[in-house]
């Protein structure tokens, strides 16, 4: 039997976010700090390893102490330090390995690796609100869906994680940020990719739907990418015919990108819910997850919704400031994995 009101601090720096958090019995967030380095990247289309590594060292602290300061408690009072061990941006995960086992030695702390998949899973029965809590009844099939992921995954019970189907090449999240850089939107491409298409018509370009229809659960996305680049490229040699009239340039380049970016997100999302309904209906599963960053994809969550609503399957997904890397679910995932 594990003990109540048990505060973990969890430290996150797998990728470009550095983040930590304090989460009460697995579940409630007392604290979420997040110092996101993407306006920094975003100059070079993407990240830097060693930019990341350097800024999360220099952010670590700070972030820390914000975390215990806003949580209103003292180091002495946590009950272990969770960090998130892989997978992960190697030089990046190392600085923030190192100062969690340093914080976790000098204070006398259980460190608790964790893995950071898992944990964006561990995201969806998170609130900082008690009145919020969710609890997923095991079995679960889970979409994860994240910036260096896709993968399903059957998780039949606690700590019991099988992967089914994972991705060939690019991973979802990936597809949205390459994409976005053909289309001059900047870094993350998911936020924004998902903001324009609202005012696009998702039905101007058919796209593939790679994979949708093979019987395995595995995914493939760069050839949607390449047909992306293609249509950029026939789209540039038509536009130079509208130079010499501005405006109409101008007006076309603006509602093009919006309509290739919601034909784009559309050829992606409906694979991914045709998918995981399939898969969900192969194994005989009645309850659907998904995580990771492009769970807060509004289309994915409509489409997805829309799907189980119609299959008779129950939904859950995280709170939307809980999709993207944060370190309350490195937290709540090191809950279930604590020993002491
Ligand atoms: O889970 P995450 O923060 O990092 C990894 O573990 O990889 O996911 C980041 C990814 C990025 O590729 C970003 O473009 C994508 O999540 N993303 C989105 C949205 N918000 C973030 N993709 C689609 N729609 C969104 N609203
Ligand atoms: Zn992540």
């Known amino acids: 039997m594990k003990k109540k009101n048990l505060k973990i601090l969890g430290i996150e720096t797998t990728c470009d976010e550095t983040s930590a958090s304090v989460v009460e019995d697995g579940r409630i967030v007392l604290s979420n700090i997040i110092a996101s380095q993407a306006k920094l990247h975003s100059k070079y289309g993407g990240i830097v390893p060693e930019v990341a590594s350097r800024k999360h ?3 670590l602290p700070i972030v820390v102490d914000e975390a215990l300061k806003e949580a209103s408690i003292n180091i ?24 969690a086992s340093g914080l976790a030695l000098a204070n006398d702390k259980e460190l608790i690796e964790v893995n950071h998949l898992e ?4 995201a969806i029965w998170i609130s900082k609100n008690k009145e919020n809590l969710k609890e997923i009844p095991y079995p679960y099939l889970c979409l994860l869906v994240s910036g260096g992921h896709t993968q399903l995954i059957l998780v039949s019970k606690e700590n019991n994680y099988k992967i089914l189907g994972s991705t060939r090449d690019d991973a979802a999240g990936e597809a949205f940020d390459k994409t976005a850089r053909l289309l001059n939107l900047g870094y993350p491409g998911g ?8 005012s696009g018509d998702e039905h101007m370009i058919i796209f593939p739907r790679p994979m949708i229809d093979s019987t395995d659960f595995d995914f493939s996305f760069s050839g949607l990418k390449t047909a992306v680049r293609r249509e ?8 130079n015919k509208y130079k010499a009239h501005r405006e109409l340039h101008n007006e076309i380049s603006k509602n093009w990108i919006s309509d290739i970016a919601a034909s784009f997100q559309e050829a992606i999302i409906e694979t991914l819910v045709v998918k995981t309904i399939n898969a969900a209906e192969e194994i005989g599963v009645e309850n659907i997850a998904m995580a990771g960053g492009v769970s807060a994809n509004s289309r994915l969550r409509e489409q997805l919704g829309r799907a189980c609503d119609n299959m008779g399957y129950h939904l859950f997904y995280p709170d939307l400031e809980y999709c993207v890397d944060n370190a309350a679910m490195v937290a709540a995932r090191g809950r279930e994995l604590i020993k002491n």
Do not use: R
């Open 76 to 99: 002495n009072d946590l009950d272990a330090i969770a960090v998130s061990k892989e997978p992960g941006l190697p030089p990046a995960l190392s600085v923030g390995y190192a100062y």
């Open 57 to 59: 060292f220099e952010a």
């Open 191 to 198: 936020p924004v990719i998902d903001k324009i298409s609202k």
């Open 232 to 239: 950029v490229q026939k789209q540039k040699e038509s536009n």
């Open 119 to 122: 944990a964006h899973i561990s």
